[in-house]
C-alpha cells in the first residue's frame, strides 16, 4: 500500500489546480451571476484532457484513470464545483458508452464528449421519478426498424449542450427498460427554460421533452432489456465524480476557515487561539483527510475493476460519505466566520448552498444506504 501520488498524478493534480486558480477564479462571479461557464473555460479545460480523463485515448481521452481524474476534479471543484458538475456527467455518459457501446457507437459519440464544445447528458430522471427506477414512464415504441421516444425527462444536466445523450424508456410492447443513444436537438427533442438552481452554478439544468423522436433500432445502447443494469455501472462510475466534486468543495470550506481562524483577531489576538475554534479545525482536517482517501481509494478501485460493477457498493458509501461530510464541514466553517459565513461577501456562504446540493443528486442517501447495506447483507 502507497500513499504517494505518482508523478503522473502529481502532474495532473497540479495543472488542474493551477488552471481553476488562474483561468476559473476570476470567472467564478461571472458563472455564478449567468449561471454559465465561459466557452474559454470550456477550451481550456479541453486543452487539459478534462472532458475525458479516463476515456481511452482511441476515442480521443487521455487515458489517464480514475485517480487522476479524480485528483483533477477535486481541484476544478475547489475553486468551483459547478465546472465539475458538467465534467463528471460528461465522464459518466461517455464512460457508459466505452463499457456498452458497440463499436460503431463508441466511434461516434465517445469523441463528441472528449472536444468540449460539446457533452454528454445522461437522462434517467422524470418528474414521477428520481429514485425509483421502476416508476420509469417514458416510453419507446418499436417502429419497423426504428423506436419512437416519448417522455419528459428532469433536472437533465448538460442538455442545453449540443451532443449525445443517453436516454431510459419504457418499451411499450415488451414493458423491458433499454438505455437509447442519440442526438441532442434531433427533431423532437427540447428543453425547458433553465432550472433556477440555488447552488453549483454554471451547470446548466433543464428538462428535457421528447416529443415522437425517431431513432434507429440500433441506438439501443447494450442490448435490449438492459437499461437497469447499465444505469446502474454508469450511476457507480458517475459517483466517482460525484464524490471528487464535494471533495473539493469540502477542502476550499476547510481552506476557508482556517484563513479566518488565522485572520480574525479578538484583543489583538486570533480566534485560533480559543479551544473551540482549535477543535473545529482539528474535525475539519479529520473530515477532509478521511473523505480524501476514502474517494482516492475509489478511484483505485474502479480502476483495477475489470466488471466495473464490481464498484457499486464502495461508491455509493464513498459518495455518502463524502457529500454528507462535506455539509458537516461546511457548517462547521461556517461556524468559525461567525456572522459574516452567511454573508454573500464571503464564499463560505456560496459553498454551504453548493455542498447541499451532494447528498441529494446522483441517488438520494437514504436510497443508497439501502444499496450498501444489501450488497453487504448479500455476502
Ligand atoms: C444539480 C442536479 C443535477 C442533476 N443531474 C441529473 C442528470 O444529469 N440526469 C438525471 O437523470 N438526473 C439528474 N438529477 C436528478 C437527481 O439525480 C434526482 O433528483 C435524485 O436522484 C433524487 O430524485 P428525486 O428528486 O425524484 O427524489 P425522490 O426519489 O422523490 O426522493 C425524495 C425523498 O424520498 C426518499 N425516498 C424515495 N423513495 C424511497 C424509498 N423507496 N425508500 C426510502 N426513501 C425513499 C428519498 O430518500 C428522498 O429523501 C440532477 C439533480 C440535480 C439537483
Same mark, same amino acid.
Given at each position: 500500500m502507497d500513499f504517494q501520488l505518482t508523478k503522473e498524478e502529481q502532474l495532473i493534480q497540479g495543472a488542474a489546480r493551477e488552471f481553476a486558480e488562474k483561468e476559473i477564479g476570476p470567472a467564478v462571479e461571472e458563472i455564478v451571476s449567468s449561471n454559465r461557464v465561459p466557452e474559454e473555460i470550456l477550451a481550456g479545460l479541453r486543452e487539459l484532457d478534462l472532458f475525458a480523463l479516463p476515456v481511452p485515448e482511441v476515442y480521443g481521452? =487521455? !487515458? =489517464?484513470g480514475y485517480v487522476c481524474y479524480i485528483l483533477a476534479m477535486e481541484q476544478i471543484a475547489r475553486v468551483c464545483p459547478g465546472v465539475a458538475v458538467i465534467l463528471s456527467v460528461n465522464n459518466l455518459a461517455a464512460a457508459a458508452v466505452n463499457i456498452f457501446g458497440t463499436e460503431e457507437q463508441k466511434k461516434r459519440y465517445i469523441p463528441q464528449g472528449t472536444r468540449g464544445d460539446t457533452a454528454f447528458s445522461f437522462a434517467f430522471t422524470e418528474p414521477g421519478t428520481g429514485s425509483d427506477p421502476k416508476q420509469l414512464a417514458a416510453t419507446a415504441k418499436k417502429d419497423g426498424d426504428h423506436y419512437v421516444l416519448n417522455g419528459t425527462k428532469r433536472f437533465i444536466t448538460n442538455s442545453s449542450y449540443r451532443g449525445p445523450i443517453i436516454v431510459f424508456a419504457r418499451e411499450t410492447e415488451t414493458d423491458q427498460v433499454n438505455a437509447f443513444i442519440l442526438d441532442k436537438f434531433c427533431e423532437g427533442y427540447s428543453v425547458s427554460e433553465p432550472w433556477n438552481k440555488m447552488?453549483? #452554478? @454554471?451547470a446548466p439544468l433543464h428538462d428535457v421533452y421528447l416529443r415522437d423522436v425517431r431513432i434507429p433500432a440500433e441506438n439501443v445502447l447494450g442490448g435490449l432489456g438492459k437499461g437497469f443494469w447499465i444505469l446502474k455501472v454508469a450511476m457507480a462510475l458517475g459517483k466517482i465524480g460525484i464524490s471528487s466534486i464535494f471533495l473539493g468543495a469540502m477542502l476550499a470550506a476547510y481552506e476557508d476557515g482556517l484563513r479566518y481562524a488565522v485572520e480574525k483577531t479578538h484583543r489583538g489576538e486570533p480566534i485560533a487561539k480559543f479551544q473551540a475554534i482549535q477543535m473545529a479545525v482539528a474535525d475539519m482536517f479529520m473530515k477532509y483527510e478521511s473523505c480524501r482517501w476514502m474517494t482516492y481509494r475509489l478511484g483505485s478501485l474502479a480502476e483495477r =475493476? #475489470? *466488471? #466495473? @460493477? *464490481?464498484?457499486l457498493k464502495d461508491s455509493a458509501a464513498t459518495k455518502i460519505f463524502v457529500t454528507e461530510t462535506a455539509v458537516d464541514v461546511a457548517r462547521i466553517s461556517m461556524g468559525i466566520h @461567525?456572522?459574516?459565513?452567511?454573508? !454573500? *461577501?464571503?464564499r463560505i456562504s456560496r459553498l454551504w448552498k453548493d455542498v447541499i446540493f451532494g447528498p441529494q443528486v446522483e441517488g438520494v442517501s437514504h436510497l443508497l444506504k439501502v444499496l450498501v447495506a444489501g450488497e453487504i447483507l448479500r455476502k
Open positions: 481521452g =487521455a !487515458e =489517464a447552488g453549483v #452554478k @454554471g =475493476a #475489470k *466488471d #466495473k @460493477g *464490481d464498484i @461567525g456572522s459574516y459565513g452567511v454573508m !454573500e *461577501d464571503y
